[in-house]
């Protein structure tokens, strides 16, 4: 078995690596979008419906502009114009809500921004926005949670895969579950839940001349330069967007919402910086959320568990105006052996604000039903949840009909088991107890997509033996500062401590987006590139600078090791620290740029490549007091080469704890009424706490997958929340005998 390890030698590749950025951190010196303040700098406070579907009638801002240090109260009328944006090439011009706001007087989900209010400060601002009188023409909201699909459900042809994988739709799916010997028929459903990073969305906007800069609070800053430049009707070049941290996004600051362009054309006709920073219980409303999934899986299967026939049939509520797919059909295609497979999908119209990508979108909720599934079939033969995973493991992706890159699931169970003690678990439901309290022991397997998005980045080596890298991607909260720095110490030579990492700003080379859990394998090749072309350069000025140490002698005949060129046939020994090359050509610096191409997407894939991995956990059941807490969780993932396991454990125990909140807590809840989230807020919106969280395992596999990138660097920013509401569940009805299909886990269903 392979484990990570530290490193041999000097390499920071695959070496426990505290945040390079941890120091700006703790001191309160790194500055998130809302931190950024301007002379003259106005604030901007949007007003939301009070209804989820109707028209506004009058909007009445009398009183409101007549308030102390109001500028202007904005809405249809007088907001000037923003257009639509569409897609672009790549990611480009994407978001979820089109529509943009003020378009029309329609109110569709609770929430909506109808006007805006700017003030000279905050409270103002906010005094101002609660003094607008709306009224409207109203109509019932439908926040209805029976969901049943509009329109006639069709196979699912994953969006998140490589561009030709197969229907999920293989042999006779139907009429194999008809004949199958054992049959399991049954239903899943998860709530919608709300993305809470700590840091609330923002924008500052400023307008200089015909030039739009927006600090963002974004997980992709090019793609929201491509939308607001459209809104505006700006060559892109005019249009900068800066996020230099988040406090983490989940998904949700992916793509840009509607406050972002509404700060922007208060900021146009102001003539002033707008700084709109989206409260608490906006972030409920207008910024995406995981919509609520219906799923109905039936596996047929023969007498000693090998499995027949697949068939999941999902839905998901969406917004009236997007389309958004929650693609819980992701996975089930290729996860485990099935020779008859159908997943089809069909989408619920609601007057609720537009769903969005949620940390592992669409496999996430879709495995928590596939995996419990495989574990209710288990139980129904008595076969244990390891056994019947082992019994369906597959030879390849059986949608694409193409090997996996690196695929090494049954170890995971294997090291999974051995790391919880699994052999000493008793079937029977309630059978094991530890002080006084009932155990419940459960698992479930799990898999996210590894792919390449296309990424830039650029290299400089400097004449006092610094280097800078610089990347437009961002750093979420998961470590991408560090790995940057770990990739150009590596290439180049240089000491962690003397680089200088840039990113989040679309002034820098094209970065990818903070999402899909593909930063990482994605900059490597665009890095090493970069710094192979500054050293290309640096070897060319010490063959042509005048009393060079290899003045004589021609750029092939030179290598570059540990931040030194030197002569081949003399060896590294007698090399020469880049610095003094530089120095002596007055040089200050010389760069390299790099790129790396996509392969997300990639339509003629040889391989599939995915991370996979295992959760195991242990609940504890107090039946007297109907207290339930997990107890103890071993995740064990295998997603490559893990360039940084500190930050990468720390990436897996967060999605863990996040699918403790997701098996027993998390769930937005509309009103039937007026169509509002209720619990909008930290303290109804319940989430995993410290005092939730359990010591956590993680165990990484560490087999390098050379189909990604020349480290073997897949990601691991969400599979550690894929399998583990599935895991707990499972582990619930081991303890208590209770079945919940519905999550979260509630006190009430178990008794
Ligand atoms: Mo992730 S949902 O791709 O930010």
Same mark, same amino acid.
């Given at each position: 078995m392979a484990t990570t390890v530290e490193a041999p030698g000097t390499s920071p590749i695959g070496r426990s690596t505290p945040r390079v950025d941890g120091p700006l951190k703790v001191s309160g010196a790194a500055k998130y979008a809302s931190d950024f303040h301007f002379p003259g700098m106005l604030y901007a406070v949007p007003v939301g419906a009070t209804i989820a579907n109707g028209r506004v009638v009058k909007i009445d801002a009398a009183a409101a502009e007549k308030m102390p240090g109001v500028r202007k109260i904005?809405?249809?009328? #007088?907001?000037g114009k923003i257009s639509r944006s569409v897609l672009g090439p790549g990611f480009e011009g994407i978001c979820d809500e089109r529509r943009p706001p003020f378009e029309d007087d329609v109110v569709r989900y609770y929430g909506q921004y109808i006007a805006l209010a700017v003030a000279d400060t905050f409270e103002s601002a906010k005094a101002a926005a609660d003094a607008v009188r709306v009224s409207y023409d109203k109509e019932k909201p439908n926040v209805s949670t029976d969901l049943k699909a509009d329109d006639e459900p069709q196979v699912v042809v994953t969006t998140f895969g490589p561009a030709n994988r197969v229907r999920s739709e293989r042999g006779d799916a139907a009429g194999a579950f008809a004949s199958a010997p054992v049959k399991l028929d049954q239903t899943y459903v998860t709530p919608a839940e709300t993305h809470n990073p700590i840091e609330l969305h923002a924008t500052t906007a400023i307008w200089d001349g015909s030039t739009l800069t927006l600090y963002e609070s974004s997980q992709g800053v090019f793609n929201l330069q491509g939308v607001l430049a459209q809104m505006f009707g700006l060559p892109k070049e005019n249009v900068r967007v800066i996020t230099k941290f988040l406090g983490s996004g989940f998904g949700g600051k992916l793509w840009p919402w509607t406050h972002c362009p509404l700060a922007a054309a208060a900021a146009r006709q102001l003539g002033k910086p707008v700084k709109l920073v989206v409260s608490r219980k906006m972030m409920f409303q207008t910024v995406g959320h995981r919509p609520r999934t219906q799923q109905r899986v039936r596996l047929g299967a023969a007498?000693?568990?090998k499995l027949i026939s697949l068939q999941q049939d999902y839905v998901n509520d969406k917004a009236i105006l997007d389309h958004y797919h929650e693609d819980c059909g992701e996975a089930t295609a290729f996860q485990y052996s099935v020779p008859n497979l159908r997943v089809a999908f069909g989408r619920a119209k609601r007057n609720i604000g537009s769903p969005t990508a949620m940390r592992g979108p669409g496999a996430v909720p879709g495995l928590y039903a596939t995996e419990s599934a495989l574990n209710e079939l288990a139980d129904q033969l008595k076969i244990d949840p390891v056994q019947i995973r082992v019994l369906n493991e597959p030879k390849i992706d059986e949608s694409l009909g193409i090997p996996f890159s690196s695929r090494h699931l049954l170890e995971c169970f294997s090291v999974g088991a051995e790391k919880f003690g699994w052999s000493k678990r008793t079937a029977e439901v309630g059978s094991m107890k530890r002080d006084g309290l009932t155990l419940g022991w459960g698992m479930a397997g799990c898999t996210w997509v590894a792919a390449r998005f296309p990424a830039a980045a650029s290299v400089q080596l400097r004449d006092d033996g610094t280097a800078r890298?610089?990347?437009g991607?961002?750093?979420? @909260?998961? @470590?991408?500062y560090t790995v940057l720095a770990q990739l150009t110490a590596q290439r180049a030579g240089v000491p962690l401590d003397k680089i200088e990492v840039v990113l989040g700003d679309t002034s820098l080379p094209a970065g990818p987006i903070s999402g899909g859990s593909m930063v990482t394998g994605s900059v490597i090749p665009a890095v090493f590139a970069a710094a192979d072309n500054a050293i290309a350069s640096l070897l060319n000025i010490a063959v042509t600078t005048p009393g060079s140490a290899f003045e004589k002698r021609k750029p092939d005949e030179l290598a570059f090791e540990g931040g030194r060129v030197f002569a081949k046939v003399d060896g590294v020994a007698k090399g020469v620290p880049f610095a003094d090359l530089l120095g002596r050509a007055n040089l200050r610096l010389v760069t390299g740029g790099g790129e790396g191409a996509a392969?997300? @997407? #990639?339509?003629?894939?040889k391989f599939s490549t995915q991370s996979f991995g295992c959760h195991f956990v242990e609940v504890t059941w107090q039946a007297e007091i109907a207290r339930l807490r997990v107890s103890r969780v071993v995740t064990v993932i295998d997603a490559g080469r893990i360039l940084n396991p500190l930050a990468g454990r720390n990436q897996v125990? @967060?999605?863990?704890?996040?699918?403790?909140?997701?098996?027993?807590f998390?769930?937005?809840?509309?009103d039937p009424q007026n169509g509002a989230p209720i619990n909008s807020n930290l303290a109804d919106y319940v989430m995993a706490v410290n005092a939730d969280v359990p010591p956590i395992e993680v165990h990484f596999l560490d087999y390098p997958d050379k189909e990604i990138n020349e480290l073997g660097a897949r990601g691991i920013g969400e599979i550690g929340l894929a399998g583990i509401a599935a895991a707990i569940?499972?582990?619930?009805?081991?303890?208590?005998?209770?079945?919940?299909?519905?999550?979260?886990v509630k006190i009430e269903d178990l008794i």
């Open positions: 904005f809405h249809r009328e #007088n907001i007498a000693d568990g890298v610089a990347c991607t961002q750093d979420i @909260g998961t @470590g991408t392969t997300f @997407g #990639n339509p003629k894939p125990e @967060g999605a863990v704890v996040m699918g403790i909140g997701m098996a027993l998390e769930h937005t809840t509309y569940t499972a582990a619930v009805h081991h303890a208590t005998g209770v079945r919940v299909r519905e999550l979260p």
